[in-house]
């Protein structure tokens, strides 16, 4: 009897592990391929936080994480650790998501080696090379490298056609963080303590109605970030609103909102949240402010108003179903839109139907099915 294809997932980040942990569940109730999993920790606390909520043990753990690291520095160490894990497992297939530098590195070191990529995630496109950095160019070069081309929705299948990949490589599988949404809200069903982390935060800020707020984008340290933070604190003023900010492990992000937001009364600034409890802040919260890529899917798959303080964004999908808006870093800006959702009704509840533009959470399956086919 043959040996099944080997699968390696390689991820590092919160993002990429909220992402791919559907497919590794996939991978593994479905046994038609033999799934490995590489971890390069560039997130370590906040990677063994998703880790733990869904029961993954990695075949392999490069701890690359260095306090504040450079992008090069970083990207080296990548390289090299995902190069010997690749030259250890050989694998049919590598598995990589989104558009970190552990993706980036991901899918340079399986090409090196002349092993298929597939992309999840595939085709998402600002058109600016600085907005997102360095994301938008991670996904370029893995997009020039992709054997097998996941795109969560049609408007990224597109991006790249236009780009002139093979059509027959492309597929519009839906998008894995609903995958992971509906996993992890049926777990908080059936187990509420789960997201406990949440209870006495909700119960501090009882008759007010809360902000939820996310922010760690490079593009946005210095001045954008402290654009941000001033916008909290004038919006934490208000009687009627409380803030609660689970701050990024990211020291560029936690020294500008401490500077400015700790101490605050309104203003919960708290560690970063486990999936379980950030759902839960989801669902408390009346509208979220965040520049996080993975919050403008999430929210309108669960029509929670979300203002994304960027500049432009790749995932136009959450702007054109009407639950999301972006509203740039300028303070005045962010001030006057979210003041504008609290005190409208009218615009609220343009802003909260739910819609899915990325994805029905069959996304996995879906994809290894197509692993499957080769
Ligand atoms: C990274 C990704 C970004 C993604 C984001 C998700 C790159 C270049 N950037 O940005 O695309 O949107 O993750 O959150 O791949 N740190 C900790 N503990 C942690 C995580 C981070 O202490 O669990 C600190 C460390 O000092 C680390 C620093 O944050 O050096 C930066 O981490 P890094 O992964 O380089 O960049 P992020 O800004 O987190
Ligand atoms: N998230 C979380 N805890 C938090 C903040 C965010 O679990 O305290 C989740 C969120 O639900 C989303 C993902 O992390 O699925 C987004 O990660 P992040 O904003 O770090 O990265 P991005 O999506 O911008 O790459």
């Known amino acids: 009897m043959s040996a099944k294809p080997k699968v390696l997932t390689v991820f590092g980040t919160r993002p990429e592990a909220i992402k791919l942990f559907p497919l590794v569940h996939s991978l593994e109730r479905d046994g038609r391929m033999a799934s490995r999993v590489c971890v390069t920790a560039q997130h370590r606390g906040m990677l ?5 909520v869904a029961g993954l043990v990695p075949d392999h753990d490069l701890d690359v994480m260095r306090p504040d690291q450079t992008l090069d520095a970083l990207t080296a160490a990548l390289l090299t650790g995902i190069g010997g894990v690749l030259d250890a497992e050989q694998p049919q297939w590598v598995v990589v998501q989104g558009d970190t530098a ?10 090196y080696r002349k092993i298929p990529v597939a992309h999840v995630e595939a085709g998402l496109r600002s ?19 992709a054997r097998l081309h996941c795109a969560p929705t049609e408007t990224a299948a597109q991006a790249l056609l236009a780009e002139n990949v093979a059509p027959g490589a492309v597929h519009v599988t839906g998008n894995t963080v609903i995958d992971a949404l509906h996993w992890v809200t049926a777990r908080i069903a059936a187990e509420p303590g789960l997201a406990d982390v949440m209870t006495p935060l909700a119960a501090r800020f009882s008759g007010k109605r809360i902000l939820g707020v996310t922010s760690h984008r490079r593009e946005n340290f210095g001045g954008g970030m402290e654009a941000i933070a001033e916008a909290i604190a004038t919006l934490a003023e208000r009687p009627d609103v409380a803030v609660i900010f689970p701050v990024h492990l990211n020291p560029n992000v936690r020294a500008v909102m401490n500077a400015r937001l700790a101490g605050l009364d309104n203003v919960a600034l708290i560690e970063p949240l486990d999936y379980p409890n950030f759902a839960r802040l989801l669902d408390v919260s009346t509208v979220m402010l965040s ?3 993975g919050v403008q899917e999430e929210a309108p798959a669960l ?19 009407g639950t999301a808006r972006l509203v740039g ?3 005045a800006r962010i001030v006057a839109e979210t003041s504008r959702l609290l005190d409208d009704p009218v615009a609220y509840t343009a802003m909260s139907r739910a819609h899915n533009p990325f994805g029905d959470g069959q996304s996995a399956q879906r994809i290894v099915n197509l692993l499957a086919a080769g």
Do not use: C, F
């Not at 907005?131 to 070069?141: S, Y």
């Open 48 to 52: 063994d936080q998703v880790l733990d």
């Open 102 to 111: 552990t993706a980036m590195a991901g899918a340079m070191a399986a090409y």
């Open 329 to 331: 870093t300028d303070s």
């Open 291 to 293: 520049d996080s890529g």
């Open 303 to 321: 029509g929670k108003p979300v203002l994304v303080m960027r500049e432009t964004t790749e995932r136009p999908e959450g702007i054109e179903a």
């Open 127 to 145: 058109g600016n090379i600085y907005h997102p950095w360095p994301e938008e160019v991670n996904r370029k070069i893995i997009g020039a490298i």
